[in-house]
């Protein structure tokens, strides 16, 4: 019998920074991430301030910055042919004024590094938790299954889903919750990046839908968003180069790269959802991140509330499993917690849907046109509360957890553990 005292399912962010503060406390932790590597494309790449902060606290910095990635510290749109700056991360507290974007891969494989220096951190690549292993009421672990097609079971005195949106021990758990109605997908893809392009993030409103600019460096991280469900229908109807017609139409220094996107295989769609469970937690289990409540990707925060799930999480619950006395009500504290961050945060996403995604994906709004910047954009760049609340929750969100001492690099004792 395989056993461990925290099993978390999934290696993402919100998995591997949790793992790794755990056995910085002394817990015994084991991560399963089901592929072999961490390489996917157009995987959230925003490393946010709190992150960084946390990066920072676990005496990962030095490595971090070796890693390839661009800061952005200004958001920008263009209207009437000109860029019109929108918000600046300059007045944002803390340190680390401004966004990295760095390969979320290279991320993980530097937290992958570090979890290998501690004596009670296991990560198995290429093994999937399938199914929960139960007690009773109690889950007392995972059944998985192993990319070669092996089977087999690990017990746990806790189990955490970090397993994202489509979360197989979610399903498992039975765990129910509000799901509400989202008027788009995004299509993902890469467009090349001149010396002579802006810099930084530039969201884009044109004829019929909204576009993102990701400032990668050499290429231009894409998203267009389309309205929910149309997918196959506008891959059929439309050649491929209309994606880079209508970005030019608004983006006229994107004009000289019409062919950037040369086959359909080079879009992957993205379908968006948005939801949150009522309980994050059963008695044996804690759902983290996008299991517990998915996000849209407008504002690019679904990573930052992950990974501050994983801090709240960490904080609460590495005394509890050191002396295996981890309770329900322990679990319940971390939602307790996290919840009022994750709704306020979500209601921006929803208001995001409905006053400019809906309008903008329906063909009923195009600002693009106006030959001057619009009234409302003229009072949010005016009124610094405006200009600034939004800026500060997308980049350290509604509430920043508190680093737990023993997960820091200064805060660990002779013998390398925390707590």
Known sequence: MERTTCLIAGGGPAGMFLGLMLARAGVEVTVLEKHGDFLRDFRGDTVHPTTLDLIEALGLSEDFAKLPQR????????????LVPLASFDHIPGRHKYIAMVPQWDLLD???????????????????AVD?????????????????????EIHADLTVAADGRGSALRAAAGLG??????PFDAWWYRIP??????????????????????????????????AKGSDTRLRAEKPVGEIMRALAEVVPWLADRADAVHDWDEV??????????????????????????AMSPIGGVGINLAVQDAVAAARILAPKLLSHTVATADLARVQRRRRL??????????????????????????????????LPLRIFRRIPVLRELPVFLVARGVVSEPIPEFARATGRRADGTGC
């Open 71 to 82: 800061r952005l510290t200004s958001i920008q749109t263009p209207i009437g042919g000109r």
């Open 110 to 128: 530097l937290l992958a590094r570090a979890g290998d220096n501690e004596p009670t951190f296991r990560l198995r690549m290429r093994t999937e």
């Open 132 to 152: 929960l292993l139960r007690t009773g009421p109690t889950v007392t672990g995972v059944r998985y299954r192993t990319a070669d097609g092996a089977t087999g």
């Open 177 to 182: 919750g509000r799901q509400w109605a989202t």
């Open 193 to 226: 990046r001149h010396g002579t392009d802006p810099a930084g993030l530039i969201p884009v409103v044109s004829a019929d839908r909204v576009a993102v600019l990701f400032d990668r460096g050499d290429y231009w991280q894409s998203a267009t968003l389309i």
């Open 268 to 293: 992957k769609l993205l379908d968006v959802k948005l939801d949150r469970l009522d309980h994050w937690y059963a008695d044996g289990l804690l759902c983290l991140g996008d299991a517990a409540h």
């Open 341 to 374: 961050p994750t709704a306020v945060i979500q209601g921006m996403q929803r208001l995001a849907h409905a006053q400019v995604v809906r309008p903008a994906v329906s063909g009923r709004l195009n600002i693009a046109d106006l030959p001057r910047t619009p």
